[in-house]
């Protein structure tokens, strides 16, 4: 039994007569009349009554197009639902992500996401660097946004472009010495009390703090671990020490910290974009698109990684 029976048993009901229901079909009515003998001889039983006025359906044959009717229903829903997938209109998307990223690009790119593909399931989860990148490669998370690239086993089958730059700051409390300051250097730092991200959860972040600061630097060993830049603020707010973290953390400021800069000026890891390279489905496409519009250069860096002319 195929759908063109069914589609048309309904138009003999609709129009009951062999001539004018094989008109609205495009048919001939012979090959009309043997596909209704076919159907009925499959389902075993007599579907129209042939009347000198008009064909009829028998109390079977309503029985069975009140099922046709739902079938062809069904699938015409199937050929919608199955191009709204392949257009990445639904489906769904597990998002790790530092803490750091939902001060920049994430706000812009997933508020778009959301308002463009209301019907995909968004799965966000806040993870440290370490914990997404291995989520990832263990295929528990669709893409990541990271501090560095992703390293160790099942990283080289990971797609990974820069969407976003920045510069380590530091921030202290409104009533510590170095408020009025604007900017504080090295040496200031190796005398204070710190408040940095913790080293095996981001370990592109210690390493780099490990060269500006020197290797024998007690004020890093001894620092105090926050696990956010949401927490090295508050920290610092509260005069545990200074903290040290992106520039993007000024676009969150909050009452009793202030800002300064470092110098020299030194360059954080930058927030790098991951996914499987074989991940080809069609909501990843979509939201990769949205990158590409919301971080300037991504469109270039994901064409040569996937090898797009």
């Not at 998307?93 to 706000?107: E, K, N, Q, T, V």
């Not at 710190?194 to 959860?201: F, K, N, Q, S, T």
């Not at 603020?233 to 009452?255: D, E, V």
Request: with cysteine; net charge neutral.
């Amino acid at each position: 039994m195929e759908a063109r029976h069914l589609r048309y048993a309904l138009a003999l009901a609709e129009h009951g007569h062999f001539g004018r229901a094989a008109r609205a079909l495009g048919i001939a009515q012979p090959p009309l009349s043997r596909q209704i003998a076919d159907l009925e001889r499959e389902t075993g039983t007599r579907l129209f009554d042939r009347t000198r006025q008009g064909v009829l359906p028998t109390a079977a044959g309503e029985a069975f197009l009140a099922r046709a009717r739902r079938a062809l229903d069904e699938m015409a829903a199937a050929a919608v639902d199955a191009g709204r997938a392949a257009r990445g209109e639904t489906g769904r998307l597990r998002l790790g992500f530092i803490a750091s990223a939902l001060l920049d690009p994430l706000p812009d790119v997933l508020g778009r996401f959301g308002r463009e593909r209301p019907d995909v399931r968004l799965e966000l989860h806040e993870m440290a660097s370490r914990h997404s990148a291995a989520a990832l490669v263990a295929g528990e998370l669709d893409v990541a946004v990271t501090l560095g690239p992703p390293r160790g086993a099942g990283a080289e089958h990971l797609v990974s472009v820069p969407v976003g730059h920045d510069r380590l700051i530091a921030v202290v409390g409104s009533t510590h010495p170095y408020a009025g300051q604007a900017s504080v250097s090295v040496d200031q730092l190796r005398r204070q009390p710190l408040i940095v991200a913790a080293g095996e959860d981001e370990p592109a972040v210690a390493t780099g703090l490990r060269a500006l600061l020197g290797e024998d630097a007690a004020a890093l060993d001894g620092a105090t671990v926050a696990r956010d830049v949401h927490t090295i603020m508050g920290l610092a707010a509260c005069g545990i020490g200074i903290g040290l973290g992106p520039s993007r953390m000024r676009s969150a400021p909050r009452p009793g910290i202030r800002f300064c800069e470092v110098t020299p000026r030194t360059a954080l890891p930058d927030l790098v974009l991951s996914f499987a390279d074989r991940d080809r489905s069609p909501a990843l496409g979509a939201f990769l698109d949205i990158v590409r519009d919301n971080c300037p250069g991504v469109g270039a860096a994901l064409d040569r990684r996937l090898g797009h002319a």
